[in-house]
Nanobody, 121 residues
Framework: QVQLLESGGGLVQAGGSLRLSCTAS????????MGWYRQAPGMQRELVAT???????NYADSVKGRFTVSRDNAKNTVYLQMNSLKPEDTAVYYC???????????????WGQGTQVTVSS
């Protein structure tokens, strides 16, 4: 089994910064891509940012220029550096990963348990 463990959420004032981390553990051959989604109360879960094993990134328009996604392939870890936070960034942030457990099997998608980010005005 594969588990995604997130950390780094919390309460921050508008304009502040937070850094989220997510580490995948278990039987892992490769992970591609890894990324972050978020879900605010009453809203659908939405893409925040993803990154491939080669370093190609994709961002939601709402976070471009403020958030940076990165990863450490050796540690199976993805990070989300969030700067210039706004109250509308308040949500539960979920780590997501497509994991291959061997070169002979297809990938499976996994979600973390989520970490709360609250931005006060």
């Amino acid at each position: 089994q594969v588990q995604l463990l997130e950390s780094g959420g919390g309460l921050v004032q508008a304009g502040g910064s937070l850094r989220l981390s997510c580490t995948a553990s278990g039987t892992i051959f490769s992970i591609n891509p890894m990324g972050w989604y978020r879900q605010a109360p009453g809203m659908q879960r939405e893409l925040v940012a993803t990154i491939t094993s080669g370093g190609n990134t994709n961002y939601a328009d709402s976070v471009k220029g403020r958030f940076t996604v990165s990863r450490d392939n050796a540690k199976n870890t993805v990070y989300l550096q969030m700067n210039s936070l706004k109250p509308e960034d308040t949500a539960v942030y979920y780590c997501n990963a497509d994991v291959w457990r061997s070169r002979y099997t297809s990938s499976r998608n996994y979600w973390g348990q989520g970490t709360q980010v609250t931005v006060s005005s």
